[in-house]
């Protein structure tokens, strides 16, 4: 199966440019559609290719999936605090920490002389995925990481940006998501 493009996966509320492989790879998931293109080692060794997470010879067996998805799903904590929703357990975090101590980034100087962080680019896949701490950790410095969320729909969860002018936003999309949700309340209040 192909991986759908980069704009299917940011949908209509893309984050900026650095942000955008962590937005892709927390809607790896499509909860709505019912798909995931991280279940099929194949399938999941191209999507990560070509989005950087592994380089062009690395291979990506069942056991390395698991961990991929569970890096997934612990961001996915993170984005649902980012929107309101309860701290990341520690359960939750385990595969970030885990992530974090078996890969160290490093640091280089730019040319106008900033101190950049980066995540080694090798062929091993938590490389890969330390980059997506990296961009966090560099998110969080200016500002646009709690902006990143996902959506408050329990049946849909996809990761979006929120650009509303007070940070309020909750859904993914106000027309499906948000519709659905104010209906179930609705009709739970009419009862």
Request: include cysteine; hydrophobic fraction near 35%; aromatic fraction near 4%.
């Amino acid at each position: 199966m192909k991986p759908p493009p980069l704009s299917e996966q940011l949908g209509d509320k893309p984050a900026p440019p650095a942000l955008q492989p962590l937005q892709a790879f927390v809607n790896t998931l499509d909860i709505d559609e019912g798909t995931d293109l991280l279940s099929d080692p194949a399938d999941a060794r191209e999507w990560l290719r070509r989005e950087g997470l592994v380089g062009a010879r690395s291979s990506v067996d069942q056991a390395q999936l698991t961990k991929v998805r569970e890096v997934r799903e612990s961001l996915r904590a993170l984005l649902a605090h980012n929107g309101g929703g309860p701290a990341p357990t520690s359960t939750q975090l385990r595969p970030l920490r885990a992530l974090a101590r078996s890969r160290r980034p490093r640091l280089d100087i730019a040319a106008s002389g900033e101190v950049e962080m980066r995540a080694a680019s090798g062929a091993d896949f938590r490389d890969g995925l330390l980059g997506l701490l990296v961009a966090i950790r560099d998110a969080q410095a200016d500002g646009t990481w709690e902006r990143l969320k996902v959506c408050g729909n329990s049946e849909c969860r996809w990761a979006f940006f929120d650009r509303s002018r007070n940070r309020g936003g909750t859904w993914c999309d106000m027309a499906v998501c948000g519709n659905r949700l104010k209906n179930r309340e609705f009709r739970a209040r009419h009862r």
